[in-house]
């Protein structure tokens, strides 16, 4: 399993931001349509003082329109911008957080995402490793268990004054959990 973000992130990102610079250009060309005059007027004389009154106050209302377009679109990418990065930048907060825990040496953790919150696979790569290596501290632990149990029984025998099989037996159990104990802590080496 690779460690990458939800499916078409970036996709989605420039998806959203071309939509919003597509509506900035719609709305300019909506109001530049509304701006204009329905009718120039029926002689020449009229059409030509129409032109000029279009020529006088377009360049101005354009301009304006242009400022306030421009405007809407970089607020938009903006808001665009800071819902998705907030999809990255609070699984990389938890993330970071668990992995602190971790390396102190608490392995009860469990971290979830949000369904659409990017780098849930790196979650669930780090809960795996939280689990295996808890299975792994569990094993050990259950080893040293055991060669405790064994050498107190070993200690027992020897003060006893038994001799024979029954060390050897217990000798040879003690030395299989080191042995385990010995396989494991290499497996976490590696």
């Known amino acids: ?45 009229d059409i030509m003082a129409t032109a000029q009154e279009i020529r006088r106050v377009l360049v101005w209302r354009l301009a304006t329109l242009y400022a306030i377009t421009a405007l809407l679109i970089v607020l938009g990418i903006a808001l665009i911008h800071l819902f998705y990065s907030h999809r990255i930048a ?31 696979d790196m979650a669930e790569v780090l809960n795996d490793l939280v689990a295996r290596y808890q299975g792994r501290i569990n094993n050990v632990k259950g080893c040293l268990s055991v060669i405790d149990t064994q050498a107190r029984t070993l200690s027992d025998l020897l003060q006893h004054g038994k ?28």
């Open 1 to 45: 399993m690779g460690l990458t973000t939800q499916k078409n992130y970036r996709l989605l990102v420039y998806g959203n931001t071309l939509l919003i610079v597509m509506l900035g250009a719609l709305f300019a060309g909506c109001v530049l349509f509304w701006l204009l005059p329905a009718e120039l007027g029926e002689s020449f004389g």
């Open 90 to 120: 609070g699984p990389v907060y938890r993330l970071g957080k668990e992995a602190a825990r971790i390396a102190q040496g608490n392995l009860l953790g469990h971290i979830s995402f949000r369904r659409k919150d990017n780098l849930t």
């Open 163 to 190: 001799t024979g099989d029954d060390l050897k037996q217990t000798a040879a159990t003690i030395t299989e959990n080191v042995d385990k104990i010995e396989r494991t802590l290499s497996g976490m080496r590696t």
